[in-house]
C-alpha cells in the first residue's frame, strides 16, 4: 500500500495524487501554523459572469488558454511567497483545482502552484462522470464554464505543504442535488511541536439546501472527532446567502469551532455581487491574525489565511 511522506499509510490511495516534491520540515516557531484557502477557479482569471455571457456569443477567453493560466499561477505564487498580502503559508488548501482539463490549458494547477512555492502537494480528483451533461443548477453558476463532456481531465481539491503530511484522507460527501459534480473533502495531520494538528479542506455544495450542506459538514466532522489535538476545518463553504452564512456559522459554533472572520466577509465577487463563501474554523486553537488577499485576479474567489497559534 502506497505511504504518505512521513510514512504512514493513507486512505484510498487510487484516489489521491501526491506529488514529488519533498516537505520543508517545521518552521522555527513551532507553536504557530499560517494556513490559507483558495478557490483557484482553475486559474483562468476573475470574470466568472462576464466570461460566461462571452460564451454565449461565441467567444471564449483567454484565447492562449494554457499561457494565461500559466501567469496567473506565478501571480498566485507571487502573492503567497512574496509576505506582503499574507504570510507564507506553511498549509494552502485547494479547490477547483484542474488537471489537464481543456478550461485549464490543460495545466495540472495544484501541481504547477506547488513548484513555484515549493510546496508538496496531494490532490484528490473529484472524479467527474464522463459523457453526463450538467443538470439544471442555481442561475450565477450557469456562467461557469464545464469540463466537455468527454474532456480525459478532471477538477478537484488539493492540500499544499511546507510540512509532512499523515494520515492522508479522501472525504466523499454525500450530494444529490447536482447529480453530474461530486463533492468532496480531504483531511491530513501535521506534527508541530508536539502537536497533531487535524486539517481540512472542504468544497461544500453551492446547490445544496441548508440542510444538505449541514450533511456534507457533518462527514467532514467525523472525520475530525476521529482525531485528538487541534482541528482545523476550512475551504470554500459555498454560503451564498446571508442565511446560510448565518446558519452554517452558527452551526460549526456548536461544534466546538470558531473563526474570527465577520458573518458577511466578502470572499467572492461577481460584477457587482460580493458574497461571503469561504471560511477557516478552528477547534482547540485559536487565530492570532487573519486576512483576506486582496486584490488577486486569479479566480472569482479571493484567498483567506489564518495564524493559528496551537493551544497546549
Same mark, same amino acid.
Given at each position: 500500500?502506497?505511504? /504518505? @511522506?512521513?510514512? @504512514?499509510?493513507?486512505?484510498?490511495?487510487?484516489?489521491?495524487?501526491?506529488?514529488?516534491?519533498?516537505?520543508?520540515?517545521?518552521?522555527?516557531?513551532?507553536?504557530?501554523?499560517?494556513?490559507?484557502?483558495?478557490? $483557484?477557479?482553475?486559474?483562468?482569471? *476573475?470574470?466568472?459572469? /462576464? /466570461?460566461?455571457i462571452l460564451r454565449k456569443v461565441g467567444i471564449n477567453p483567454p484565447r492562449q488558454r494554457r499561457v494565461a493560466v500559466s501567469k496567473n499561477i506565478e501571480t498566485a505564487a507571487r502573492a503567497f511567497s512574496a509576505g506582503t498580502k499574507l504570510p507564507r503559508p506553511d498549509i494552502l488548501a485547494l479547490q477547483e483545482a484542474d488537471n489537464a482539463?481543456? *478550461?485549464?490549458g490543460g495545466v495540472h494547477v495544484a501541481r504547477e502552484l506547488a513548484a513555484a512555492l515549493g510546496m508538496s502537494w496531494v490532490h484528490a480528483p473529484a472524479e467527474i462522470p464522463?459523457?453526463?451533461?450538467?443538470?439544471?443548477?442555481? #442561475? #450565477?453558476?450557469?456562467?461557469e464554464e464545464q469540463i466537455a463532456l468527454h474532456d480525459e481531465g478532471d477538477t478537484g481539491i488539493a492540500l499544499l505543504s511546507h510540512l509532512?503530511?499523515?494520515? !492522508?484522507?479522501? $472525504?466523499?460527501?454525500? #450530494?444529490?442535488?447536482?447529480?453530474?459534480?461530486? *463533492?468532496?473533502?480531504?483531511?491530513a495531520t501535521v506534527v508541530l511541536g508536539g502537536h497533531h494538528v487535524r486539517i481540512c479542506n472542504a468544497h461544500i455544495d453551492p446547490h445544496a /439546501?441548508?440542510?444538505?450542506?449541514?450533511? @456534507?459538514?457533518? !462527514? !467532514?466532522?467525523?472525520d475530525a472527532n476521529q482525531h485528538h489535538g487541534p482541528k482545523i476545518i476550512m475551504g470554500d463553504f459555498n454560503t451564498l446567502s446571508r442565511q446560510k452564512c448565518v446558519e452554517i456559522r452558527a452551526f460549526m459554533e456548536s461544534q466546538g469551532y470558531q473563526t474570527p472572520f465577520p458573518t458577511g466577509t466578502p470572499t467572492w465577487r461577481g460584477a457587482a455581487i460580493k458574497l461571503h463563501a469561504d471560511w477557516i474554523f478552528v477547534r482547540d486553537a485559536t487565530i492570532t491574525?487573519?486576512? !483576506?488577499?486582496?486584490?488577486?485576479n486569479v479566480s472569482d474567489h479571493w484567498p483567506i489565511w489564518a495564524e493559528v497559534t496551537l493551544s497546549k
Open positions: 500500500m502506497p505511504m /504518505s @511522506q512521513s510514512g @504512514q499509510t493513507i486512505d484510498a490511495p487510487e484516489r489521491l495524487e501526491f506529488g514529488d516534491i519533498p516537505p520543508a520540515g517545521p518552521a522555527s516557531d513551532t507553536e504557530k501554523l499560517v494556513v490559507a484557502t483558495y478557490n $483557484i477557479r482553475y486559474a483562468v482569471g *476573475r470574470g466568472l459572469i /462576464s /466570461s460566461g482539463t481543456g *478550461r485549464a464522463r459523457g453526463v451533461p450538467p443538470q439544471a443548477r442555481e #442561475w #450565477w453558476l450557469n456562467f509532512p503530511l499523515e494520515d !492522508v484522507t479522501r $472525504i466523499d460527501l454525500p #450530494w444529490k442535488e447536482c447529480a453530474w459534480r461530486p *463533492r468532496l473533502a480531504m483531511a /439546501s441548508l440542510d444538505g450542506q449541514h450533511d @456534507q459538514l457533518e !462527514v !467532514v466532522l467525523a491574525k487573519w486576512g !483576506v488577499v486582496r486584490p488577486l
